[in-house]
Nanobody, 115 residues
C-alpha cells in the first residue's frame, strides 16, 4: 500500500506564501495523477489542484494564478506553492492519489491565513 504525508502548513498573514509537500511511498507514485484538496472549517472537502503523471495541471478557479502544483518523481513528492494567500484559503489541506482499486489520503496539514 501507499502512504501519503503532508507537511508545510502553518500560520501566515494575508498576502503571504506557503509551500506544501506531499511525500509518498511506493514506486507506483510516478505513474499516478495526484491531487491537493482542502477542507475549510465546517465545509466539505474541495479539489484545489491536480497534476498528472506527465505534468499536466488543473486548478480550481479560486486558486488559479496564485497556486502552483508540481511534482518531483525522483523524490516521490508533490508540491503546492501557495502565493498571495487569503483568509478564505484557511483549511486543512490533503494530498490524494487514487486509481482502480485504491484511494489514498494523507492526514492533512493545517493552513491558517490571518487578515
Amino acid at each position: 500500500q501507499v502512504q501519503l504525508v503532508e507537511s508545510g502548513g502553518g500560520l501566515v498573514q494575508a498576502g503571504g506564501s506557503l509551500r506544501l509537500s506531499c511525500a509518498a511511498s511506493g514506486s507506483i507514485f510516478r505513474l499516478n495523477a495526484v491531487g491537493w484538496y482542502r477542507q475549510p472549517p465546517g465545509k466539505q472537502r474541495e479539489l484545489v489542484a491536480t497534476i498528472t503523471a506527465i505534468g499536466s495541471t488543473i486548478y480550481a478557479d479560486s486558486v488559479k494564478g496564485r497556486f502552483t502544483i508540481s511534482r518531483d518523481n525522483a523524490k516521490n513528492t508533490v508540491y503546492l506553492q501557495m502565493n498571495s494567500l487569503k483568509p478564505e484559503d484557511t483549511a486543512v489541506y490533503y494530498c490524494n492519489m487514487r486509481g482502480i482499486g485504491y484511494d489514498y489520503w494523507g492526514q492533512g496539514t493545517q493552513v491558517t491565513v490571518s487578515s
